[in-house]
């Protein structure tokens, strides 16, 4: 079973924090992903990574940046959180091939005050 | 770029068939991807289409027609735990080949 976990469920933060997310996978995928979901817009793609220290600005990259020091490891940062980044954030991975699914983590429900 | 429309919520009674609808317009494509997600949970997979036609998987079928940009999926002998949103996700080609650009989810409500 593929598995992809995520370092917190929950998160509160205070504006102007810097804010890591961390999403680790088991299935050494080569491809990994984080979005952020919000009611009435659906998942959006913020950064993607196709390989290791290799990045891809997605949809939405503005006021966040990411790190993949690891194949399995890819973390989302905010470097200065605002409240219009309250939201759920959701990180998948897949292989490379076209017919290959991508499989979410559980999600981290990310809260700025 | 890519638009994909599906319609924002649907009623069905358990027992019944529900079709949900996905429509893309698209710069390439190389599949389109059906999810389900719970509510507070994450998208799971359900299907992927590549080639026109009907793909079954048990109680769920899903549809493509690439030159009409139009997806469906099939939900048949509808239970109460099918209620959930459907999230239509197109994958493009070339430099985006890697990355999926979902719909806004389709919430389905199962009823008794």
């Known amino acids: 079973d593929v598995k992809v976990t995520q370092s917190s469920r929950y998160l509160v933060k205070r504006t102007g924090e810097k804010v890591f997310l961390e999403c680790v996978q088991d299935m050494d995928h080569e491809n990994m992903f984080w979005y952020r979901q919000d009611p009435g817009l659906g998942l959006r793609l913020i950064y993607f990574?196709?390989?290791?220290?290799?990045?891809e600005k997605g949809d939405i990259p503005e006021g966040y940046s990411v790190s993949r020091e690891k194949k399995e490891r890819f973390s989302l940062i905010l470097e200065s959180a605002s409240t219009n980044q309250t939201s759920m954030y959701l990180c998948?991975?897949?292989?490379?091939?076209?017919?290959?699914?991508?499989?979410f983590g559980p999600g981290t429900r990310l809260l700025v005050l | 770029g890519q638009n994909i429309d599906q319609p924002t919520e649907m009623t069905a009674t358990e027992g019944a068939i529900v079709q949900i609808n996905c429509t893309y317009q698209?710069?390439?494509?190389?599949?389109l991807f059906w999810y389900q997600q719970h509510a507070g949970e994450a998208p799971t997979f359900l299907s992927y289409?590549?080639?026109?036609g009907l793909e079954e998987k048990g109680r769920f079928s899903s549809f493509l027609s690439r030159s009409k940009g139009y997806s469906y999926l099939l939900l048949k002998e509808l239970q109460m735990k099918d209620s959930a949103s459907y999230l239509c996700?197109?994958?493009?080609?070339?430099?985006?080949?890697?990355?999926?650009?979902f719909g806004k989810g389709t919430k389905l409500s199962v009823i008794p």
């Open positions: 990574s196709y390989d290791v220290k290799m990045k």
């Open positions: 698209t710069s390439g494509f190389n599949g």
């Open positions: 996700a197109v994958k493009g080609s070339g430099a985006g080949s890697y990355q999926l650009t």
């Open positions: 289409n590549v080639l026109d």
């Open positions: 998948a991975s897949s292989k490379v091939h076209r017919e290959e699914t991508q499989y």
